[in-house]
Nanobody, 127 residues
């Protein structure tokens, strides 16, 4: 059964950090698979946050998180990560990991580019 399971979310104070993990089962992260992270806050559309190309050589980040969030992937562990630093209240959202079979080069922060999604995990930033 194909599944993407996120972990690492929770409540953190402004300025704090969290590291999200997403492990795939029934699916293999390999050179042809682009991975990404999206988020959705209440009443807002789903927003692309970070993506990494299949070969891991390129990535893209939303302007709102540049310099604060960094994504990574470990194909050997079938896992992707999102390191979030200097979190702010506006980062509060449900975060989703995602993957798409799009070849080794490049990635885009558009939801319809991806084929598979995790169930989402809550990240709350509040004092």
């Amino acid at each position: 059964q194909l599944q993407f399971v996120e972990s690492g979310g929770g409540l953190v104070q402004p300025g704090g950090s969290l590291r999200l993990s997403c492990t795939a089962s029934g699916f293999t992260l390999k050179n042809s698979v682009v991975v990404g992270w999206f988020r959705q806050a209440p009443g807002k559309v789903r927003e692309g946050v970070f993506c990494i190309s299949g070969d891991g050589r390129s990535d893209a980040a939303a302007n709102s998180v540049k310099g604060r969030f960094t994504g990574s992937r470990d194909n050997a562990k079938n896992t992707m990560y999102l390191q979030m630093n200097n979190l702010q209240p506006e980062d509060t959202a449900v975060y989703y990991c995602t993957a798409g079979i799009r070849g080794p080069h490049g990635c885009v922060l558009k939801a319809d580019y991806y084929d598979y999604w995790g169930q989402g995990i809550q990240v709350s930033v509040s004092s």
